[in-house]
Structure formats: structure tokens, C-alpha cells
């Protein structure tokens, strides 16, 4: 058993019934069909009760986040985890085939599933499809503590990851990774959203300012300016905060004209944390 | 399924459409009470349904557009089942087979969703494209990774339509997938030479030893509903206009029959067909003095009772008007839900 069966072995113990537990333990074996078969069925036999995740070990794999997940989609991601992979064409086959035909709490298993397959690499089309799919619960589950993408994406496929997200009014800051991928080319495209939708007459969510920090060029400079220039105090904060950690020469000196904001950043009384606003999304 | 003979659309269309009943006094036949009755029906017939709820066991959503779905919602319709059919034109491979079932658990279910309506469907080759053999025995290669499903409530739609060889095997081959998977099964009647088509449907299931309980033999009417009641089988009807059952006569069989295993579906799909029929129904019903129990097992008890029989179908995911799931609204945090559709007000000249 590898450490990360071993984590997922132990939070299944804690949120399922006996009952549960010895009919995931007899589906972990057997023939392939078989193995297809308990994972498409197992709503039949195991709860969708949330996965109690307090005070267990730590995740083996970083930025994987399960708090959220529900006993059935932990314990198909435990089934996927044991389908033999000594036989790369007969394993590659039998994941296909279930994501193929699946269903959305399927999809969001095997989704949730990329960081421990076997054969990283070749799931990122698959990957890249949840990212084109308009099923909510699909993308969230590629997009949000889920590491795949930060390790496997091309900057072209992690730059429509975050701007979807955007777009659909998702929290970009459940994206593993967020930071560490932040580059030029999706801080320009960032402005011509931006530009885009004040022309419509609609907002940007303040917190994806964030993504530009380390990437100042004049043309955003002048967006930071019209946060600033507007009433809205996330919007305030957001740009207050982006040219006091900014080394681009502009941005620190725009950011003087507004010294109580300048010091409220400073004293750490305005954060970013203070933006990732829970309620956004599907409004 | 329906499949509308488009010739009879124009013969009919003319003499049947009266738009304002109370502008062509001369052409109504009724009695004043009945046109007082006809008036109000087309004036506001949810008047009638308010506090209802409905289920619709037979509905073909993939051919239907938000408008229908938001209607429906509106009408009170919590839940829908909706069978695999034939698609108006005959399929060319297994692929398209698959992406089909595979839009019913997925971007179907998600769709509806989005309306506050559960969306279960049954899963079944249709008795028209058994019969291109060869496309047939692989579609039933891939029926069991299907049948197994979340929220697949039976074997459907599947049964006679020419009454072929190769129908009559699918359909023998599909009821024993069927009870291998304790599944219900949604039969489907043939429109020409319905009455033996119908009689055959049961007798081929009974001959293979499935229940009748866990058989609906759908798009019954006056001719067939004694004998498929009598049998002990569930009998469906469905309200769409011109080639099936109408609304008024069904009120006329619910007050012959009573309500015990009847129930109501509009088998709504690409042709000319109505996602409100049930509330329709129900509302004549209302007005037409029967009762609210018999409304209620006819247009929503009964089909649930009937497809709940696969272990796929929970009442509080749907009951409260509200669609729950625990993956989307526990914890108090909405962010991974997959979330209801902003209502748009349909009379707006604005488009924001």
C-alpha cells in the first residue's frame, strides 16, 4: 500500500460504516470488469455524508484538498487508486473507458483522481477537457485543490484554467497553485478582460488583481489607477495592495498619493485574504 | 417517443386551433358551463395546481430548450425521467450511442439542474434501431457500464415498434439486463397495431419472469389501459396532441379507472408536444371534480412509487421544491455547488 492509499484508507475508516468500509475493502480487488463495474455502482452502497478530515495525517500530496469531498467520491478515488497499472495500454484503456462514460459524480471522481494515476502525463488532455466543461461541479473538481494542473499544464492551458474561473465568477484563490503560476501573459490578458467587462458596464472580482502583482507595465498601471479613482473599497484595497508590493517604479509612486491606504497595507490591516469572497460564484 | 405523422399536423392544424374560443361561438359545441370551463383553462390554469407537485416519468429534454425547463419549474414539476429514444434519425455508430447515454447522466442532469428540477433517466436501446443488427449487439455491449448508473432508474425505453425479429430479441436481451440489475422497465407501445403490440409487450415479459409491478407499459389509451390494469402492470399515459392521448379523455379514464397505477407523462420531444401537459392535466382534473389525492398519484405519487423500485430515486432530494445535494451544500458553503440558473424576466426588453 502506497502512503497516499495508506491516507485515503484511513480517512474512509473514520467517516464509514462498517458495512461500507468491508464492501470498499471486497471492491479493491477482483477483475478489471468487475472493478468498473463497483466503481459506476457504488452509490448503491456507500453515503454521500461529508468526510470528516479533521485531525488526521497530513496529505501526501501537497495542495490535494479533501476537506470538501464526500464519502462517495473519496471512496471511488480509493477504487481508482488500486486498478493495476503494471500494463500501461490495458490501464490507459480501462480509466478511458470510465471517463468516457461517465456520469457528473463520476467525472468529478476521476478528476479528483489525476494527482495519484499512474501515468501523469497522460491525462492532460482529459485534464484540459474539464477545464472546457460547463458542468460546475466538473471543473470545480480540476480547477480547486486539486495539484494536477499546477504541475502538468502548459501556460496556455493554466492561463485558461484561471481565466474561465474568472469569467464564471469562481474564487480563484482555491486554485493550487494560484501564486506560484502567476505570469506576464496572464496579467495582460487579466487587463483586456477587465477592459471588456467595465465597457459592459460590469465588474471585475477585486482579488484577481492579485495575479498582476509582478508584472507592471504602464497599461496596468493606469487599471490600478482607476481602482483607485473608484468608489469601491475592494477595488481600493485590491490596487493599494498590488502597487505597495509592486517593484515597478509607477506603481510605488502612484500608491504615495494615497497614503492612508499606503499605510493600512503597510500596518497588514488590508489583505488579500480580505477579497476571496466565498459567495461569488453561480449568483 | 413519439413519432408524429407530420401529414395529419396539416389536415389537423386548421380545423382544430381555436385560438379564441370566444370569438367563434359557432364553432363550440359544448355546453355553457363547458365553455365557461374551456375560457378559464386557457386563461390561467395554475391557478387551479398551486400548491402541487408534480412528477413527470416520460420527457425528452435533450430536445427541449431552457424556456421549457424554466416553465416547468414555474408549474411545479420537481423531478423527470427521461428515457433514451431515438433521436429522429437513425444513429451510424456505438460512439454516438455512448455520448448520447452518456449526455443523459451528465450534461442533461446538470442542465436541469440548474432549475431546481432532479433528473433521473432509464437507459435502453429503442425498439427502432434494434433493428440494424450489427449497430445493435454493440450497443448492448456498453448498455451494463450505463445501467448501473446513479439516478438510472430503470431499463427504457425499449419494446416493440414494426414488431420485427430483431425487436422482439432486444427486447427479450434488454429484459434480462433489466432484471439482472433489479431495474423497472419502460415499455414503450407501438403506434400502428397498438393493441397487440401492447398485449405481446406483456406476455414476453411475463414470459420471462419479471414482475409485473416492475413494468410500465407507456402510451396507453382507451383500448389497451383494462387489460394492462387488470395484468397487474403499471399503466402510463401519455398527453401529447394528435397522435396520443389527449387531456380531456384522460380525465375521462382517471374517473373510470380511479387512480391506482395510472399515471400521467407528456412524453415531450422534438415534435409537436407539450413539457406542461402534466400540470395540464392536473389542473382539468382539478376542475372537472376529481379529487386531490387521485390528481396527486396519477401526475406524481405513482411514478415515483413505480421507478423507486430501482433504489435510484430518494423523495427529499426533490419533495421540499429545493434539489439537495449534499456535494454542493454541505457545510454551509455554496462555492462547489452546482448552482440554479438566475431567472431572467421573460417580458424584459432588456438583455443583460
Known sequence: MTATQAYLANLL????????????????????????????????????????????????????ELDQWTLDRLARVYLLSHIPNHDETVYINAIEMLFDTAEINELVALYSALPLLAYPE???????????????????????????????????AWNQLVLKCIFNDKPIHLITGLTQRANAKLANTLSDFAHERWAAGRKVPAQVWRLVQNFMNDTLLDDMRRLLQSDDTYNQTAAALVCFHSTYAGAKELIESYPSLRNSVQKGQLQWKQLEVHQLCYV | MQYLPLVRIYILYPMCQKHHTSQHPSHFEGS????????????????????????????????????????????????????????????TGVATFKDYYSSLVGWERFRSSQFGIKHYCTIGLNSREANNEPLAEQVMEILPLFLYKEGVVGVGEIGYDDQTAAEDKY????????????????VHTPHRDKRKGTERSMAVALEHGIDPSMVIIDHNNEETVKSVLDKGFWAAFTIYPFTKMGNERMVEIVKQYGPERIMINSAADWGISDPLAVPKTAALMQMKGISAEAIRLV??????????????????????????????????????????????????????
Open chain 1, 122 to 156: 497522460k491525462w492532460l488532455f482529459r485534464a484540459t477537457e474539464a477545464v472546457r466543461s460547463n458542468m460546475g461541479v466538473v471543473f470545480d473538481a480540476i480547477a480547486f485543490g486539486n495539484p494536477y494542473p499546477l504541475h502538468y499544464f502548459s501556460e496556455l
Open chain 2, 171 to 186: 427486447y427479450r436481451l434488454q429484459l434480462e439486463l433489466a432484471k439482472e440489475a433489479n431495474l423497472p422497465v419502460q
Open chain 2, 32 to 91: 355553457a358551463e363547458e365553455q365557461q370551463t374551456a375560457n378559464q383553462v386557457q386563461a390561467n390554469y395554475l391557478e387551479y395546481i398551486k400548491d402541487f407537485k408534480f412528477f413527470d416519468p416520460h420527457i425528452h429534454m435533450t430536445s427541449r430548450t431552457t424556456d421549457d425547463y424554466q416553465a416547468m419549474a414555474d408549474a411545479g414539476i420537481l423531478a423527470i425521467i427521461e428515457p433514451a429514444f431515438w433521436l429522429g434519425q437513425p444513429r
Open chain 1, 13 to 64: 475508516e473514520k467517516t464509514a460504516t462498517a458495512q461500507e468500509w468491508e464492501w470498499i475493502q471486497s471492491k479493491v480487488q477482483g477483475d478489471l470488469k468487475a472493478r468498473q463495474i463497483a466503481f459506476v455502482a457504488l452509490p448503491r452502497f456507500i453515503r454521500k455524508v461529508p468526510v470528516h478530515t479533521g485531525g488526521t495525517m497530513a496529505t501526501p500530496i501537497q495542495g490535494w
Open chain 2, 299 to 352: 401526475t406524481y405519487q405513482n411514478a415515483i412509487d413505480a421507478f423507486a423500485q430501482s433504489g435510484q430515486i430518494q423523495v427529499e432530494d426533490f419533495a421540499s421544491g429545493n434539489t439537495i445535494d449534499q456535494s454542493k451544500t454541505f457545510n454551509g458553503n455554496t462555492i462547489l455547488r452546482g448552482g440554479q440558473q438566475p431567472r431572467v424576466d421573460k417580458n424584459s426588453l432588456f438583455i443583460r
